[in-house]
């Protein structure tokens, strides 16, 4: 299954993060508790970790690009190998994730 | 030009202002290694040091004070506060002192100093997320300074650092959480000038701070109606800037003033008044909270201050009483 790892939209609907880097790069293998993308709000940095295995196929931003809750930053899959949507599909369920604020 | 958050674009503003004039001091509450309550200013203390970035105790009315004094004596303080409710303690300095130096010594002394302050409701209750912006309007001798982007706040604060006399410099809560672009040379706004957010025939939108977001995004719910709206940003609230103000209104012949403070004695009634001594036959409404001390609870907080729904009925309302309403919408 393809899923999508969305920005949280418990942040708030009026808010923007910038997107500090990606711990994961495209193709690499997540396992449950990694970290897979570090992103800034207007007074902390938060930590995403993955709490659910699965490969990162697809990043949508790049560090220092800006985003809001409820975007898509990413696409992961649970095979490795499966194919993927065309850009701008809804696809699959949304990946579990924990947030580490600081 | 580069994109930055709300904090980045006030502490690129203070930093340059630092370096540039070395009579620049800062004075608040965990401003120096903690960064500022807002993070805006984050950086400053390692870079200009502890004379120059002073942390306060939490007594308003000692750090406005010793601004003032400061500022009397050559330095150019800006003084932060961390609620803009607290600068009630500060206002005996600020007021009695600050605003009325230049007039009471004839121009001997003068105190150029800044008190920046964070209004607005975020859920923090009566006593921490009040808007008293026409407050300070009502005091001779004081600037007032109000921006709704993070670009504005850098060309704002510039200007307020460069002032002679005392400047009232407001931000608000729900500013800092966005970002937005910041010019990427130097860009001073000039005080007194406020910006034409959008553009439309039928009636004027007259915001500050953060209603001016609000009221950009009313704007859009008219335009789908066929109401099309000029959406005016003042920035200053003192000095106002008639001219692009009694410009729209003329355009338009109606202007809906909105503000998050009361509308009593508020910002939007001295407008109101201001303008129609301009324009001849220019039809006024004004919005701002409802009349209650701001709630802490969320609901309540949402119903009393105005949103995007409540200034496009008032909008409709303003133009339906005098017959106004575009004719393919009646």
Known sequence: MIRKLVIPKELGESIEVRLLDWVKTEGELVNTGDAVLEFETDKAIVLVTAAQAGALRRCFFDAGDWMKPGDVAAWLSDQPDEPLPARGDSAGETLEVTFDVT | ?330
């Open chain 2, 1 to 330: 030009m580069p994109r930055l958050f709300f904090r980045e674009a006030i502490a690129r503003a203070i930093g340059e202002e630092m370096d540039r004039d070395p009579r620049v001091i800062l004075m608040g509450q965990d401003i120096a290694a903690h960064g500022g309550s807002y993070a805006e200013t984050r950086g400053l203390f390692e870079r200009f040091g502890a004379a120059r970035v002073r942390n306060t105790p939490v007594a308003e009315a000692v750090t406005v004070g010793m601004a003032a004094g400061a500022a009397a004596a050559g330095l150019r303080p800006l003084a932060f506060i961390t609620y803009v409710d607290f600068l009630m303690l500060g206002l005996d300095p600020l007021v009695n002192y600050a605003a009325k130096l230049r007039f009471k010594s004839a121009g001997q002394l003068t105190a150029p100093m800044v008190v920046k302050a964070t209004a607005g409701a975020k859920g923090q209750g009566p006593t921490h997320a009040q808007s008293l912006d026409s407050w300070f309007m009502n005091v001779p001798g004081l600037t007032v300074l109000a921006p709704s982007t993070a670009g504005d706040a850098y060309g704002l604060l510039k200007s307020a650092m460069r002032a002679s006399d005392p400047v009232v410099y407001i931000d608000h809560k729900r500013l800092f959480p966005l970002g937005g672009i910041v010019p990427e040379t130097e860009e001073l706004i000039p005080v007194g000038s406020a910006a034409v957010r959008r553009e439309g025939r039928h009636v004027t939108l007259v915001a500050h701070s953060y209603m001016s977001v609000v009221s950009l995004d009313a704007a859009k719910h008219l335009a789908a109606e066929g109401i099309e709206s000029d959406v005016i940003d003042l920035r200053s609230l003192w000095p106002i800037d008639w001219d692009t103000l009694a410009a729209s209104c003329r355009r338009t012949g109606h202007a809906l003033f909105i503000e998050e403070g009361q509308e009593v004695c508020g910002v939007g009634t001295e407008l109101a008044f201001g303008l129609q001594e301009r324009v001849a036959g220019l039809r006024v409404a004004r919005l701002g909270a409802r009349r209650a001390p701001v709630s802490a609870s969320p609901v309540l907080e949402a119903h009393m201050i105005p949103d995007a729904k409540r200034i496009a009925q008032c909008a409709r309302d303003l133009l339906r009483r005098h017959g106004s309403v575009p004719t393919e919408q009646r």
